[in-house]
């Protein structure tokens, strides 16, 4: 199982871009499927991004296609959620997780667990 933690998130202005990063502590990183989550307040966690355990396939929500873009590097067991032209509706709390990739839902969470997450606050 991986243990994530999260780092990146800040307050930007609309248009503005962000790099998220997430940092597996354990040795299970590159055997995962993994995807970045986001929770705004009064909404359900919902996965924006996912990639392949080599990094070769990604799925995206319809919101964020073409304006994110998830990356990994298995050799330091980390994964990257590049963030450009924020947008005030990108404004919550990001995740990151264990996936199963899933072309509808682009990931569902293996686990139940979640670490502290990373905070993004976009301005109009």
């Known amino acids: 199982q991986v243990q994530v933690t999260e780092s990146g998130g800040g307050q930007v202005q609309a248009g503005g871009s962000l790099r998220l990063s997430c940092v597996d502590s354990g040795r299970a990183f590159r055997g995962y499927e993994m995807g970045w989550f986001r929770q705004a307040p009064g909404n359900e966690r919902e996965c924006v991004a996912s990639i392949s355990m080599t990094g070769t396939r990604q799925y995206y929500a319809d919101s964020v296609k073409g304006r994110f873009t998830i990356s990994r590097d298995n050799a330091k067991n980390t994964m990257y959620l590049q963030m450009n032209d924020l947008k005030p509706e990108d404004t919550a709390v990001y995740y990151c997780?264990?996936?199963?990739?899933?072309?509808?839902?682009?990931?569902?969470?293996?686990?139940?667990?979640w670490g502290q997450g990373t905070q993004v606050a976009v301005s109009s």
């Open positions: 997780a264990a996936v199963y990739m899933n072309n509808v839902r682009v990931g569902v969470p293996l686990h139940n667990s």
